[in-house]
């Protein structure tokens, strides 16, 4: 496999792989705010989410239903 790139040579990413790629940020959404800032596609999955909301005193008592 031969390669037109040279050592130490800048490659945009998106050439290197021949497609745009994007994020998945599965953190905070300032992350994700911070690769839409630059343009970059993101997509933030913001699917978890502490117990009970929280609230350590309901955490305890589903934690007792258990």
Request: net charge positive; glycine share 10%; charged share 20%.
């Amino acid at each position: 496999m031969s390669s037109s790139l040279k050592p130490n040579q800048p490659v945009e990413i998106n050439t290197l792989f021949g497609i745009r790629r994007g994020v998945v940020n599965l953190g905070l959404e300032g992350f994700a705010d911070a690769t839409r800032a630059q343009a970059v596609p993101t997509v933030h999955l913001s699917a978890w989410r502490p117990p009970a909301g929280g609230d350590e005193a309901v955490v305890r008592v589903l934690l007792k239903v258990r």
